[in-house]
T-cell receptor
Framework: DGGITQSPKYLFRKEGQNVTLSCEQN?????MYWYRQDPGQGLRLIYY???????QKGDIAEGYSVSREKKESFPLTVTSAQKNPTAFYLC?????????????FGPGTRLTVT | QKEVEQNSGPLSVPEGAIASLNCTYS??????FFWYRQYSGKSPELIMF????GDKEDGRFTAQLNKASQYVSLLIRDSQPSDSATYLC??????????????FGTGTLLAVQP
């Protein structure tokens, strides 16, 4: 089945630890995105990548890092510098890199940091 | 001014009625518009997209676009309790440009009463 997978579904970490969230797609999509969703705040873009080995900061990139070494993979690291890391993290991909393409989402990872 | 605005709701309708969800956007150059459905605790799912002025129908869903007034709406006919979810409107930023960033509204919560 084609789709986007994110793992794990739930993740618990202690404050001060870095944590990496996985995102894999087998749709052969060019562009991939990471969003964060908090209650009442909608989706906020963290990072996005349109091509392998290249990525750009979104609106809230501070405290996060990404890599895009393979077309199908776009992992997100939440570092200890992120002040409020507890959130629902969503990965998305889109078939093209120009404007106007729809985005498809993975199932999400719910991160809780205590 | 927010780029994409939606009434947060909740919008409560009885089962079998028509639910009308609205979205306004600020960029007059926007050319494509997307509606996502998000069940509580789940990731957004694309349900409709529209590019041209007028109506686009898909089953019980109808998307309506009025570019002159800068609004897009989603009608759900014969609403069912299973339609109860948050509906997100999304508009590309810089349509036709080099990137494919989507701007999401904060969503409207729909509650269909049995």
């Amino acid at each position: 089945d084609g789709g986007i997978t994110q793992s794990p579904k739930y993740l618990f970490r202690k404050e001060g630890q870095n944590v990496t969230l996985s995102c894999e797609q087998n749709l052969n999509h060019d562009a991939m995105y990471w969003y964060r969703q908090d209650p009442g705040q909608g989706l906020r873009l963290i990072y996005y990548s349109q091509i392998v080995n290249d990525f750009q900061k979104g609106d809230i990139a501070e405290g996060y890092s990404v890599s895009r070494e393979k077309k199908e993979s776009f992992p997100l690291t939440v570092t200890s510098a992120q002040k409020n890391p507890t959130a629902f993290y969503l990965c998305a991909s889109t078939p093209g890199t120009g404007g106007g393409y729809e985005q498809y989402f993975g199932p999400g990872t719910r991160l809780t940091v205590t | 001014q927010k780029e994409v605005e939606q009434n947060s709701g909740p919008l409560s309708v009885p089962e079998g009625a028509i639910a009308s969800l609205n979205c306004t956007y600020s960029d007059r150059g926007s050319q494509s518009f997307f509606w996502y459905r998000q069940y509580s605790g789940k990731s957004p799912e694309l349900i409709m997209f529209i590019y041209s002025n007028g109506d686009k129908e898909d089953g019980r869903f109808t998307a309506q676009l009025n570019k002159a007034s800068q609004y897009v709406s989603l009608l759900i006919r014969d609403s069912q309790p299973s339609d109860s979810a948050t509906y997100l409107c999304a508009v590309p930023l810089n349509y036709g440009g080099a990137t494919n960033k989507l701007i999401f509204g904060t969503g409207t919560l729909l509650a269909v009463q049995p």
